[in-house]
């Protein structure tokens, strides 16, 4: 089978797209024929193992799993003799951001780990509604929004924000979201109440306070957003931040919460009904072919896509 594979950590120049022996599933395994899988934010950590955090994880030195790969959306084709909650030609998708190995042509993958496609979904929308809305996900539930709040999404064209954006707007409350100005009419089209142009305006100098502001691509600090906090606001980000201090700010101040993930069992049915309901549907900027990789990593680590880079593992 065709996979993108790297031996050491590094940029996109790393990745080969190598012939490589088809896996077997174990007893408790599913074999996945792949059919669309995304080269997300995540995806870019576990290739440069940055931060440097990520090496304890992946593998101190060099990564531990060669295949790329964190998510994907595929067809069941055999499965080991302890697996009965799926069977073969069952529409399957799943995610891992310590690495699923499914930038390939087939994967093994864990029954536990394995989740239903909702009907209706096709295989990219499938895959594209996995990264970034998993830690949209962690966002909504840490803030535990009430009706009527005001929140601030920075970055609501992104994976996470996009997502986000679908999420927040079930819980009534009043949303500001930040884009350029090429996405206005999408970021308007999720339901913004209030739209800041990034390449014209700086989101910090706002009239506005805000309940709860979610940087959705950890470019912004506590500090810069914290005139536009409301008396016991709550800042939220993706990223660690300068020194790692969004992680230590969490551990001593109640204004900043990091938002680690819940588990997969919990998040991905949240996204499938979500799904099912038409509640959210995830954007997808571009689309290449696995052959292509490289260039998809290239163009996502510039951090100007918009939603979800998908690869189309049949083209």
Known sequence: MKAAIRIKYGSSEQIKIENIEKPIPLDNDV????????????????????PFIMRFFLGLFKPKKIILGTDFAGEVIAKGKNVDSFNVGDKVFCFNDMGSESQSEYATINKQNLFPIPNNIDYKLAAASLEGANYAHSFIYKANLQAGQKILINGATGGIGSALL?????????????????????????????????????????NEKYDFIFDAVGKSTYGKCKPILKEKGIYISSELGPYAQNIFYSLFSKKVIFPIPYGKEITIPYISNLLEKGFFKPVIDREYSLEDISEAYEYVMTGQKTGNVIIDVMK
């Open 31 to 50: 074999l996945v024929k792949i059919y669309a899988t995304t080269v997300n934010r995540t995806d870019c950590a576990n290739l440069t193992a940055k």
């Open 166 to 206: 679908q999420m927040a707007k079930q819980y009534d409350v009043k949303i500001t979201a930040t884009c350029d100005t090429k996405n206005i009419q999408l970021i308007g089209s999720f339901g913004a109440d209030k739209i800041c142009d990034y390449t014209t305006e700086d989101f910090t100098n706002d």
